[in-house]
């Protein structure tokens, strides 16, 4: 036992919590990232009044950062398996903060269009490098506290960065391009300093290794990908056609939805790290198949909507539901992917979420167009099959699990 405790590398003896030091410094490193994170809530705002774009520019613009965002988990998927996990996370936090000081002084429309397709690009490149990270750092057991720590700082920092972005937008918006890039950059040091590089060497040639084909020929993956794609496209509608019903179809004021929304960012933050522990030893497809089937209950329910505090119930709902998702998805994806594939198969889980943000919209916008009740209704119906989809997955999952570990 001696031994085997001696031939462990030093970051995993040394532990905080019952996790890792590198992984705080990780999740330090996301809590200050996303402090910082100013600039996107308030883009069409900048775009239309501090640089005088027309909403259909603008429009323009943010499909543009759309289309960046598809290309971004894929191709940070194969830069954290080859370059490895520390390097695609500090780079694309500094080409981040690049990107945002582009964005920050760009004033010719074709600038901006750029700015903001590299801004697409590289703003969460940092997701499958840190998913990764995880995988590698904590052990299987602990996986679920340590990737719904993540989801608690995330929701945490982005809660403080909305209150504060909104006021310092009030003084100048270049305020915001400076704070979010220097956050990137404090980010990425902190990563490079605290984090050491825990990729695998690439498998001897002649042994199975393989790209995105190998992850696009493993069925359980493709399977969990489109239950995941189903969760996205439920939550996504949190900021596209959320608002837009409540406040042009039932009838609320935005202070009176916002008060509402805030209700999602409190709870994540008091009752998430009460219950990771507890939900971590749950069997994870059982679990993840419940989150799902209560936010789609949550989602179906605003169909019967009419005043804020009925809204205020169904966001109880759904943020129920999305807490005991928060640290089961990445502990799935760990299980599946073999660790040389780690990165890529992250990739796809968040290619997932970004093809989320360009489906969600434009589904939402024509099942608003024929009724709130169609909207609402088949989120619910989306949210159900997929949580099916992962109870039909969860054998193959369990038995990937059970070899992982």
């Given amino acids: 036992m001696t031994n085997a405790l001696a031939e462990k590398p030093s970051f995993l003896r040394s532990k905080v919590g019952g996790l890792p030091r590198p992984f705080w410094a990780l999740w330090s490193g996301t809590l200050v990232n996303r402090l910082g994170t100013m600039v996107l809530p308030f883009t069409g705002v900048y775009l239309t009044q ?85 995988a590698d750092l904590v052990p299987p057991a602990e996986r679920p506290r340590a990737y719904g720590l993540l989801f608690w700082a995330i929701n945490l920092g982005y809660a403080v960065g909305m209150t504060a972005g909104g006021w310092l937008a009030e003084l100048g918006f270049v305020w915001l391009f400076w704070i979010n890039a220097a956050t990137s950059v404090a980010f990425a040091v902190l990563v490079w300093r605290a984090v050491p590089e825990t990729a695998p060497p690439p498998p001897a040639e002649g042994t199975a290794g393989g790209g995105f084909g190998t992850v696009l020929r493993d069925r359980v993956m493709v399977g969990f990908t489109l239950v995941v794609l189903g969760n996205a496209i439920m939550y996504s509608q949190t900021f596209t056609m959320l608002p837009v019903a409540m406040t042009k179809v039932v009838g609320l004021s935005t202070g009176e939805f916002g008060l509402a929304m805030a209700l999602n960012g409190v709870l994540i933050v008091v009752v998430q790290p009460l219950v990771s522990n507890w939900l971590g030893r749950l069997d994870a497809p059982i679990t993840l198949a419940t989150g799902l089937a209560v936010m789609a209950v949550g989602f179906a329910l605003t169909a019967f909507v009419t005043n804020v505090a009925m809204l205020a119930l169904t966001i109880v709902v759904w943020t129920a539901g999305e807490i005991v998702t928060a640290g089961i998805v990445g502990t799935i994806v760990a299980a599946l992917a073999p660790a040389h594939l780690r990165g890529r198969y992250s990739g796809l889980y968040g290619f997932a979420w970004s093809a989320s943000t360009v489906l969600a919209p434009l589904a939402g916008s024509a099942l608003l167009g024929v009724s709130p009740g169609a909207l609402w209704f088949t989120l619910g119906g989306v949210g159900m099959l997929s949580a099916a989809g992962m109870i039909a997955l969860g054998p193959a999952v369990r038995r990937r699990s059970a070899l992982a570990a």
Avoid: E, K
Wanted: proline share 2%; hydrophobic share 60%.
């Fill in 50 to 134: 501090a640089r005088g774009l027309s909403v259909a520019a603008a429009g323009l613009v943010m499909a543009l950062f759309g289309a960046g965002s598809l290309i971004s988990q894929l191709l940070a998927g194969v830069l954290t398996d080859r370059i490895g996990r520390r390097a695609t996370l500090a780079g694309g936090m500094l080409a981040t903060a690049a990107a945002m000081m582009w964005l920050g002084y760009s004033t010719s429309l074709p600038s901006i269009l750029a700015a903001m397709f590299v801004l697409g690009v590289v703003i969460d490149a940092y997701r499958p490098a840190s998913n990764a990270l995880v």
